[in-house]
């Protein structure tokens, strides 16, 4: 069985290897602000580019979006979360450290400054980040950063539906930034103020959405073991009443077990009709659809699959990271990523930095870069080589050595097996193909 993992060794690695490291680091950077680095940025178009496919190309049922960051705030007003996306938030009297009065206990002292019972009553603090569009800065100008992709979803309905002639059961995806003024935000990328979310909004007929609702259930866990997301450390969690958005008849969490605790990975929430209503109402334009065999008229109800990006990304980082004992009596880090997710591919290494080598290495690297994410690496010895490519995960690595010369083929080595094949150079784009997509 695999150790468990600390944060400490994933940050480090991530930073190391340029998967993620801290924004505006020379300037000392900005609390819980994070750059996706060369490898972070691949990993997370993989991600990206895999549930796009598996929800939307590759289903009949769906279409995309790509909607604006700001829009009109007349829809925060519609959608509810003007008035209620707020977090309870409570001030230390004495040192004025804030907090959220659900995560801390406000009978104990403040964590910061050690003093005991000086927190204020709590009070609804709004998570939506303000801004200002033009020059002027007054409540005529004022406008939110999205919090959730969800809205443009509804917003749109119309135009979608229009323009795609989909019909119930249809849905409607879109990736993308949200921004959240958290009040404490942390624990790497898990909490941050501004996050990707992969979601969508599952239009059906309210008499269907128990079936909808438990099939999309099965479908995101379907999901989180394509990824390779450790199935044992997922759990479903049914959020009670009290506990569930505004806008949720129903909302199962789907938790992981992070090494800081189990916390929130993925929801799935019923919406009922709340949105496409609201937003009538509010807009005075009619969201409802037609069912054109029956010709019943009426507001779809929604299921809402919502899948936060970054916290899938280091859900998988943890689940794919493996340490063991090499033959050489060296400890091995390997990360063991789903070959569709990992960043680099195929490694290409000459056995030595030598002319006639590189001579062939360099060429072929060149070639399979047209199709596969492909690293050079000619620099140190072979065995310091295969231990760079294991540690970011790269699934197969190809040694171009002397007998390449002769016999126009490659040694192949597979990354979690460590066996080694004896491949042409013909045949070597089609093997790779075969095994990374
Ligand atoms: N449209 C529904 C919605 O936005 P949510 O549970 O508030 O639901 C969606 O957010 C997902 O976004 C969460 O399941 C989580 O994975 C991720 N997420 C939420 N807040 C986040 C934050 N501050 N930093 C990083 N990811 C976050």
Redesign the pocket.
């Known amino acids: 069985m695999k150790s468990a993992v600390s944060m400490d060794t994933i940050v480090n690695l991530a930073k190391r290897r340029g998967f993620v490291f801290a924004g505006s680091e020379i300037y000392g950077g900005l609390a819980n602000s994070w750059d996706y680095g060369p490898l972070g940025v691949e990993l997370k178009n993989n991600i990206k580019q895999a549930w796009w496919k598996k929800f939307v190309t590759s289903r009949l049922d769906m279409v995309g979006i790509d909607g604006a960051l700001i829009m009109n705030p007349k829809v925060w007003e519609a959608s509810g979360h003007v008035a209620t996306f707020t977090d309870p938030l409570v001030e230390c009297k004495s040192c004025h450290e804030r907090y959220r009065s659900d995560q801390i206990d406000v009978a104990k002292p403040c964590q910061k400054c050690g003093n005991k019972g000086t927190f204020t009553e709590p009070a609804a603090f709004n998570l939506m980040l303000k801004t200002f569009l033009g020059p002027k800065e007054d409540a005529t100008a004022a406008a939110y950063m999205r919090?959730?992709?969800?809205?443009a979803m509804f917003v749109d309905f119309n135009q979608v539906l229009t323009s795609s002639r989909k019909r119930v059961p249809f849905g409607i995806a879109q990736i993308g930034h949200?921004f959240?003024n958290?009040i404490t935000?942390g624990n790497f990328?898990?909490?941050?103020?501004?996050?990707?979310?992969m979601?969508f909004e599952y239009f059906v007929h309210v008499n269907e959405w128990e079936k909808h609702f438990a099939y999309w259930l099965e479908q995101m866990h379907e999901w989180i073991a394509e990824c390779g997301i450790d199935a044992e450390k997922s759990h479903d969690l049914e959020v009670s009443a009290e506990d569930r958005?505004h806008?949720s008849k129903r909302?199962v969490?789907?938790e992981f077990d992070f090494p800081f605790g189990r916390k929130?990975?993925?929801?799935l929430?019923y919406r009922g009709d709340f949105d496409l209503k609201n937003h009538s109402q509010h807009s005075g334009k009619e969201l409802v659809y037609t069912d054109p065999i029956t010709n019943e008229k009426y507001i779809p109800h929604v299921i809402?699959p919502?899948?936060?990006?970054?916290?899938?990304f280091l859900a998988v980082l943890l689940s794919a990271y493996d340490e063991e004992m090499g033959e050489d009596g060296e400890k091995r880090v390997v990360l063991r990523l789903k070959p569709h997710l990992a960043p680099v591919k195929v490694a290409i290494l000459p056995l030595m930095k030598k002319e006639e080598l590189v001579h062939i290495a360099k060429p072929l690297a060149e070639k399979l870069a047209k199709n596969f994410a492909v690293e050079y690496d000619e620099t140190q010895s072979i065995g310091k080589r295969y231990r760079r490519q294991d540690e970011i995960g790269t699934p197969y690595c190809v040694t171009v050595d002397y007998d390449s010369l002769e016999d126009k083929a490659v040694t192949v080595r597979e990354r979690d097996s460590m066996k080694q094949e004896r491949i042409s150079l013909e045949k070597l784009p089609e093997y790779l193909k075969e095994r990374v997509g």
């Open positions: 919090p959730e992709t969800a809205q949200a959240r958290e935000p990328i898990f909490r941050t103020r501004e996050f990707d979310i979601e958005a806008y909302t969490d789907i929130e990975l993925y929801g929430a809402e919502t899948f936060g990006l970054d916290r899938t």
